[in-house]
C-alpha cells in the first residue's frame, strides 16, 4: 500500500497558521491525497483532498509539491478546536471496476493548540 | 444529514460472547467500511461493502463476520473473540464516485473491550 510519513506531533499558537507536512514519495499517478483529522472520542472527519492543484475549502488549504511527492496541509488560524490527530492519506482507486477508493491511514501528527 | 450512527457506544464481552455491532446512514451512500482502531494507533481497514456486496475483506479473522442487509444498514458479528481484538470498531460511508470525492464519512465508532 502507498505510504505517508508525518511528523508524530507539533504545536501552535491559537490563531497562528500551522504548516503540516506530509511526505508520499511512492506516490503514483492516480492517487489522490487526502486529508482527515479525528478529535479526541470521535470518528476520523474529512479535510481536505487534492491531486496536483493546490486547494481551498472553508477548512484549510492545501498545497502538493510539483512532483508531487509532498504536501501540506495549512490551517490559517489554528483554533483551540483544531487539536486533533491530522492524517495525510493516499487515496488508492481500487481496481476491478469499482468506483470507490481506499483509505490507508498512515502514523498521523498530533496538534496540539496552545491558548 | 451527513451523520453515521453505530450502536452500541461501548461493549463488553467474553471471549464466548456472541454480539453484533451496527452501523446506520441515511445519506444514500452505496460503499460501507469496517475500520478497527487501536489505543494511539490509526484506523485500519478491516471490510468494504460495496452496493451491498461484499468487496474487501482484509485477511480479517473470520471470528469478525460482517453483514450489509440493506444500503442504510451495516453490522458486525462477533463471536470468540481475542482480548486483542479490543479496540474501537469505526464505520463509515461514501459514494462511490471514480474520481476523488467519494469522501468518507466516519461514525463515532464502538468501543469494544473483550475480557
Known amino acids: 500500500d502507498a505510504k505517508t510519513t508525518q511528523p508524530n506531533s507539533m504545536e501552535s499558537n491559537e490563531e497562528e497558521p500551522v504548516h503540516l507536512p506530509c511526505n508520499h514519495s511512492t506516490i503514483s499517478g492516480t492517487d489522490y491525497i487526502h486529508w482527515y483529522r479525528q478529535l479526541p472520542s470521535q470518528g476520523p472527519e474529512y479535510v481536505i483532498h487534492g491531486l496536483t492543484s493546490n486547494v481551498n475549502n472553508r477548512m484549510a488549504s492545501l498545497a502538493i509539491a510539483e512532483d508531487r511527492k509532498s504536501s501540506t496541509l495549512i490551517l490559517h488560524r489554528a483554533t483551540l478546536r483544531d487539536a486533533a490527530v491530522y492524517y495525510c492519506?493516499?487515496?488508492?482507486?481500487?481496481?476491478?471496476?469499482?468506483?470507490?477508493?481506499?483509505?490507508?491511514f498512515g502514523q498521523g501528527t498530533i496538534l496540539t493548540v496552545h491558548p | 444529514d451527513t451523520e453515521v450512527t453505530q450502536t452500541p457506544k461501548h461493549l463488553v464481552m467474553g471471549m464466548t460472547n456472541k454480539k453484533s455491532l451496527k452501523c446506520e446512514q441515511h445519506m444514500g451512500h452505496r460503499a460501507m467500511y469496517w475500520y478497527k482502531q487501536k489505543a494511539k494507533k490509526p484506523p485500519e481497514l478491516m471490510f468494504v461493502y460495496s452496493y451491498e456486496k461484499l468487496s474487501i475483506n482484509e485477511s480479517v479473522p473470520s471470528r469478525f463476520s460482517p453483514e450489509c442487509p440493506n444500503s442504510s444498514l451495516l453490522n458486525l458479528h462477533l463471536h470468540a473473540l481475542q482480548p486483542e481484538d479490543s479496540a474501537l470498531y469505526l464505520c463509515a460511508s461514501s459514494q462511490p464516485d471514480r474520481g476523488s470525492t467519494d469522501t468518507q464519512y466516519f461514525g463515532p465508532g464502538t468501543r469494544l473491550t473483550v475480557l
Open positions: 492519506i493516499l487515496r488508492v482507486l481500487i481496481a476491478g471496476g469499482t468506483s470507490y477508493g481506499k483509505l490507508t
